[in-house]
């Protein structure tokens, strides 16, 4: 009888709030799982790549977390890139631990050729960054859910197949442009070709093209206003390597320039070059000086300042230029001099620099100048610019100096997380007004 009672009891008990029946009923006893059964949070990834078709990693590239900011990531991505001599791009991809990761860094290379198009890029990217993410998140939440795959190749590259063109690239390219109203009108052409052959003793560039602009202005006085600018420039380069920091080149170049007043030019300058570091490490850094020397042969359009028409030049240079691409950001610079060995008075020097640098967490800084001492100009026209020669550029204007600069900060605050792609109302949009 007792037994009965005590069923009932507990049925009825049961059917109170379920706050009561947990109450009364105490829950399944489950172990609890241990400190290190428990897995780590997802990945957080800052991509840092240029060259990148970022938003189609996102999209394509889900295990992980994207944050805008590197001092939110447990690995950031950097990713640069240089010009092969096949005209395609070399690729280094490091992946820097941060945070949990620290000191767990790892690094892949590869290529793509010249005939890669933006999607066959991403795509090459997209797998080696596939590759380097999975040793990181295998050690996440994620990792029940990562598999690997392989696919076996059918067919491998004989050592017996060669090269038909020798390392040599060819480049042809042509453009132009028509644009008007009914005041004025504007017609340009472009044409370019080079050759290259790059080995890694030999550096072999050759390069020429031509612009040609024309322009009509109808003024309120009925005048028609014609402009006139035409140049083209033939140049080559050979060097030489001699080890993993100096090699040695001739730089020989051919040119005409109806602004500079130039009828017809051609210099030829052998030159040597050292480079601090290693030629390797020049996608991360380099700090190289090079000096050249050479005689530069001008023939004028027009009578120039010095009532020359024709004359030799003896000139030598130094450049010093210095590149970073590091995870605080980038930085390259450039200073150069040239000198005219005849008239030592008659010279030019240049500094020229770019920083994009992240200073801490959201705020980055990026800086562009330029700036040149200008004291040779010995192809100025002679005689009086007029008005139209001043406004339309037609002619190359007495000065002493050029410069340009350009600033800009950034900050961005919010959501640390940037996976999301919307890629609505993308489009160019049309606008009348």
Not at 114 to 124: I, L, P, V
Not at 172 to 197: C, M, Y
Request: charged share 20%; hydrophobic share 35%; aromatic share 14%.
């Amino acid at each position: 009888m007792m037994t009965i009672v005590r069923s009932f009891l507990t049925f009825a008990l049961c059917l109170l709030p379920s706050a009561l029946c947990a109450a009364q009923t105490p829950p399944a006893q489950s172990p609890a799982p241990a400190a290190s059964a428990v897995a780590s949070p997802i990945l957080r990834v800052f991509l840092d790549c240029y060259e990148c078709d970022t938003e189609y990693q996102r999209q394509n590239v889900t295990f992980v977390d994207y944050v805008r900011d590197r001092a939110d990531a447990d690995l950031h991505v950097l990713v640069t890139t240089q010009d092969t001599g096949s005209g395609g791009s070399s690729w280094t991809v490091k992946f820097i631990g941060l945070g949990r990761f620290q000191r767990q860094d790892r690094t892949f290379t590869f290529t793509t050729d010249q005939a890669a198009t933006g999607d066959d890029r991403r795509k090459a990217f997209s797998r080696i960054f596939k590759i380097g993410l999975l040793g990181y998140a295998a050690e996440t939440s994620v990792a029940p859910q990562l598999d690997l795959t392989w696919t076996e190749p059918t067919q491998l590259r004989s050592s017996a197949d060669r090269d038909r063109w020798n390392s040599w690239v060819f480049r042809v390219n042509l453009n132009g442009n028509l644009n008007g109203e009914r005041a004025s009108t504007f017609k340009s052409a472009r044409l370019s070709f080079s050759a290259s052959r790059t080995t890694d003793n030999w550096k072999i560039n050759v390069s020429m093209g031509g612009n040609v602009d024309r322009s009509t202005f109808l003024l309120e006085d009925d005048r028609t206003v014609k402009s006139q600018r035409d140049n083209w420039n033939l140049s080559s380069l050979v060097v030489k390597s001699h080890g993993p920091r100096t090699s040695s080149g001739l730089r020989a170049q051919l040119w005409h320039d109806s602004f500079g007043n130039y009828r017809r030019a051609s210099r030829i300058a052998p030159a040597v070059e050292f480079d601090f570091f290693p030629y390797k490490e020049s996608n991360r850094r380099s700090l190289a000086v090079q000096y050249s020397i050479g005689p530069t042969r001008y023939q004028y359009v027009d009578l120039t300042i010095y009532d020359k028409m024709e004359e030799t030049v003896p000139t030598h240079s130094v450049n010093l230029s210095v590149g970073l691409r590091q995870p605080w950001g980038s930085l390259s610079a450039v200073a150069d001099f040239a000198q005219q060995l005849s008239h030592r008075d008659r010279y030019r020097s240049g500094v020229f620099g770019n920083a994009d640098v992240r200073l801490f967490k959201g705020f980055s800084f990026n800086l562009f100048a330029e700036y040149a001492r200008i004291k040779d100009q010995i192809a100025l026209r002679k005689g009086t610019a007029s008005t139209e020669d001043v406004l339309l550029r037609l002619r190359q204007l007495a000065t002493d100096y050029s410069y340009f600069y350009g600033f800009g900060i950034s900050y961005s605050f919010g959501s640390i997380f940037d996976n999301i792609v919307n890629p609505r109302f993308n489009g160019p949009g049309f606008f009348f007004f």
